[in-house]
């Protein structure tokens, strides 16, 4: 039954794929479908046995790599970690956007490509969550980026997606480079990649070796997950469909790196350098993208630093050692970003492909059943007390601040601050698109319409998840004294601070976070609905264009990468291609040598001029030389050395004296 | 069995000498008798795949023939020399394949000359005497370039052959040196006698620094790529296959069985310089890959950047390293012969151009062969699954215990590959399509069976190679230096 959850979404793809010709759109439909609810189906029951009854286990296949002590084997672990933390939310939201894609995609005349894409991709993604060591997860690590980079490039005429996908795997690539020195550090120093040997050796390690090793898994999870500075593929991947954006960046693949974080706790928790490290980058990415968030005016792209932004906030809850709250976020963050990203392109759908959000508005009329689930959405992503993000988002901030450290009050304070940033993109979002004057053009007013069935089904589920899934497993997953995870995660007891986040915070610090949020909120309402003059306003002035510039160009990363980065490494291949290798080396070598010969004997030819003086010429000047040679030792009683020396000296005579019959 | 393999490729190609070049039933004769041959090559190697001892690192299957006072030839195989006799078995009817149908003029000597090259590959991997392995090291030489004259297609084919000969032959001089020195020491150029005299440190480091120099020529390591990109460009597609599949690996298997076998002190006295040199030719070759215009000279690029990995790991004396180089050297030999078909074969033949910029949005047309292209790209770059991503991996975990910068900076590659290849998977097959192109068809049945041939061993060793590695274990425990 495991590895039916595994192979069935490969199935599905497989034959979606490749024999799609024979089975047709709607063929490929039913049974892409019918094999990830199947596959969720499994996993549910999954969840009973592994997760509630506690009954984890492991699967061996066979051997992979066995050369000397290196023994990788296909082995796959299905413990509360992989089963009911990742494989929960990933099935399901990936079948919930199997269905939603079906109305979506219905008109593109490759449907079949795109399912075989999305079930893959689901396949690579379980993969990975399910491996048995770092080998194994590497292969659906780099799977999803490889699928992803498919996926980016669905519409692969359009030069942006191009851009994109090339960037998303590159980048990604950055990250796994990062990874795999992380394995071989893992290697000499475990001698084994197993999770089972690493994690149970880790506390008899020197530390600074695990901080080496954490921070290379850091990298690997960073490009992922896109934190700073590796963060800048992920606005761009919006390019693809709106149900891979979906998929993609809010419940899978950027949760990957998260995974990768959290399943290698019993690592990170002997290395306080890492957790720091880990806590800082998710802090400040967090604050960093809500920051572009405000200023964004492309639907999908504001979503896309949204998940940044809720990315940073789970990142700062590994760096805290709360991988159990991390992993909570990771959960309803899927569940509350994919119904955001799905509401998003049920509005991109039925309002003429528009994306800009200045040119919506006013849509509460036209949409009220997808306005109901982006308030729903955006409700929980504010951590509104009671909705889903609240049991994790709101906890990861008074954790943050219940450290009572340097980092932690770090993180608190960006962590408040990007609270109410949050809710003001978010409010600014729903404002622009659902509540003030319309923007769009009348046509596209007139052919809005609420989307089909197939689109409402997900939108609905999702947003019964996205109200109620946190207060029904908050106490499982994040109460105090529950023993859910058992072994499959790991907190030192040094590091627990659950008890002071819920009893010795001064009730100002657990409040700020949702003062923070109302505020940005009102704010937002108020600015972009009622006073939308004043916010031309404020943006009308030299110090006001260039803050805005700043942050929508998104804090110039890209173009540090263009013009520093990747233009010097192609100056430089050029350089070694151009003036090396077809320059210096050609001259010195073939060319030269060729040359050398080539002119060496015109020369020597030259000497023979036909003329008697000449001849005469070399004659007196040959006997000189000869009668030098003999007599110079006895003219001149030296040693050996100055013997060498006047040869030298004679011969440079000789080429003087011969150099203008050379020419 | 052995020389089975040896003779096979000689009878097929004396029984194609004497038909006549003038109708397309000889032709097609001549063809099919060169094909069969090899595989028949191919069938016999596999048989002797299946009867190899992997028990034992001893020479198997060896044969000597001296009936002759002048003529000593002895051969024999162990677990490092049967995958390369293998590889070279398995690309040699991929490359007759691969020039089936577009060579038009002197097709009987084009098909006469990969069947006397199989056998000279053949021989240098399977000779147990340094002198043979020199002659037939040298002597695939003329052929190639007879061929790249001949058959091939760049203007500049001439000059691109005559650099590949003098570089090779520049480089092979002085191990030519090296080996009368040694045959003057030792008295026998036997491998199993040289592999037992004991040389001096002294002595050890000149030698393996004439060695060095013929199989980094080979390899081949930076400064001296000169004549790869150009011998790529300008021969013909088979040419191309041969060279990347096989004729690299002459180096791979020369370090192995040369340098780290007989000179062990040197070659661990002059570990860190070679280290130094293969990063060096990774990170430039892989800069420089970026950057080129030409389809085939991006992927020959692309080679010396894998065979520097390679070098990584035979120099890192641990047996991952060693079986890492040597599981990257053959899922070297599958993938880059595969993209050599993809762009020198599919496009070119279709495009009549290599320019990258010439072409744009295959995919339109060509939805099945870019599947395949992709997979190869991405093999290329060394996604797990494939053979490439173990080799790497295996070699990089090895040089780590030597060195761990070295390690970390080989492992830029991962990045690197991945420009590169994408670059040039995406530029040629996303897009819209370009208007200067016709609308081409998609592969062949032919095109797609010899792809689909090359990829089925790069993924089923991806996932299975225990295969491979059992029988290396104990040929490369030897091989590590205490």
Known sequence: MYLSILILPLLGSIVSGLMGRKIGVSGSHIITCTCLILSSILASVAFYEVGICGSPLSIHLNSWIDSEFLSISWEFLFDQLTDCSMFIPVLYISSLIHIFSTDYMSEDPHNQRFFSYLSLFTFFMLLLVSGANYFVMFVGWEGIGVVSYLLINFWFTRLQANKAAILALTMNRVGDMGLSIGFFALFALFGSIDYATVFSLAPFMNETAITIIGLLLLTGAMAKSAQIPLHSWLPGSMEGPTPVSALIHAATLVTAGLYLLVRSSPLLEYSSTALLVITLVGASTAFFAATCGLVQNDLKRIIAFSTISQLGYMVMAVGLSQYNVALMHVVNHAFFKALLFLGAGAVIHSFADQQDVRRFGGLINFLPFTYTCMLVGSLSLLATPYLTAFYSKDLIIELAYAQYSFSGTYAFILGSLTAGLTAFYSFRLISLVFLTVPNGSRNAYLNAHEANLAVIIPLFILALFSIFFGFVFSDLFVGIGSDFFANSLFIHPNNISIIEAEFSLPIFIKLLPAILSLFGASLAILLYHYTPNFVIELTDNSIGRKIYTFLNGKYLFDVVYNNYIISGGLHLGYMISKVLDRGVIELVGPYGLSNTLTNTGINIGKLDTGVVTTYSLYITLGLLSLLFLVFAPILIDTSLFSEIRLVIIYLAALVLVLSPSLK | ?482
Request: contains cysteine.
């Open chain 2, 1 to 482: 069995m052995i020389q089975l393999l040896l003779i096979i490729p000689i009878i097929g190609s004396l029984l194609i000498l004497p038909i006549q070049e003038n109708s397309i039933k000889n032709e097609n004769k001549m063809k099919t008798i060169a094909l069969s041959t090899s595989l028949i090559n191919l069938l016999i190697s596999i048989l002797l795949w299946v009867a190899f001892d992997t028990s034992t690192s001893e020479y198997q299957f060896i044969y000597e023939f001296n009936k002759l006072s002048f003529c000593h030839f002895n051969v024999g195989i162990d677990g490092i020399s049967l995958y390369y006799v293998l590889l070279t078995t398995f690309i040699t009817p991929i490359a007759i394949l691969s020039n089936y149908k577009n060579i038009y003029k002197n097709i009987k000597y084009f098909l006469i000359s990969f069947l006397i090259l199989e056998t000279l590959q053949i021989a240098v991997f399977v000779v147990l005497d340094l002198f043979l392995f020199y002659i037939f090291f040298e002597s695939v030489l003329p052929v190639l370039f007879i061929i790249i004259v001949v058959y091939g297609s760049g203007e500049n084919r001439i000059r691109s052959a005559l650099l590949f000969f003098l570089y090779t032959l520049a480089g092979s001089l002085f191990m030519l040196l090296a080996i009368l020195h040694i045959y003057s020491n030792v008295g026998s150029t036997d491998f199993q006698l040289i592999s037992l005299s004991e040389i001096s440190l002294q002595s050890q480091k000149i030698l393996w620094l004439a060695f060095f120099l013929a199989f980094a020529v080979k390899t081949p390591l930076w400064p001296l790529t000169g004549w790869l990109y150009r011998a790529h460009a300008d021969s013909p597609l088979a040419g191309s296959i041969l060279l990347a599949g096989t004729i690299l690996k002459f180096a791979t298997y020369g370090y192995l069985r040369v340098l780290i076998n007989f000179l062990p002190d040197a070659s661990n006295y002059f570990g860190p310089l070679v280290q130094t040199i293969a990063i060096v030719t990774l990170i430039y070759s892989s800069l420089a890959t970026i950057i080129q215009q030409d389809t085939k000279s991006l992927i020959a690029y692309s080679s010396i950047a894998h065979m520097s990995v390679v070098i990584l790991g035979i120099f890192s004396n641990t047996i991952q390293g060693i079986e890492g180089a040597i599981l990257l050297s053959l899922a070297h030999g599958f993938v880059s012969p595969a993209l050599f078909i993809c762009v020198g074969g599919v496009i070119y033949e279709r495009t009549g151009t290599r320019i990258i910029q010439y072409i744009r949005g295959l995919v339109t047309y060509m939805p099945v062969f870019t599947i395949l292209f992709f997979i190869f790209t991405l093999c290329n770059t060394g996604i797990p699954l494939s053979l490439n991503f173990l080799g790497e991996q295996l070699s990089l975990i090895g040089i780590w215990e030597k060195s761990p910068i070295i390690s970390a900076l080989g492992a830029t590659g991962i990045v690197l590959s991945a420009c590169y290849s994408v670059y040039l998977y995406n530029r040629i097959s996303y897009g819209v399509y370009s208007p200067h192109l016709k609308p081409y068809i998609d592969i062949t049945r032919q095109e797609f069976n010899l792809l689909i041939a090359l990829l089925i061993p790069t993924i089923v060793l991806g996932i299975l190679p225990n295969v491979i590695l059992y029988s290396i274990h104990l040929p490369v425990s030897t091989l590590l230096y205490y």
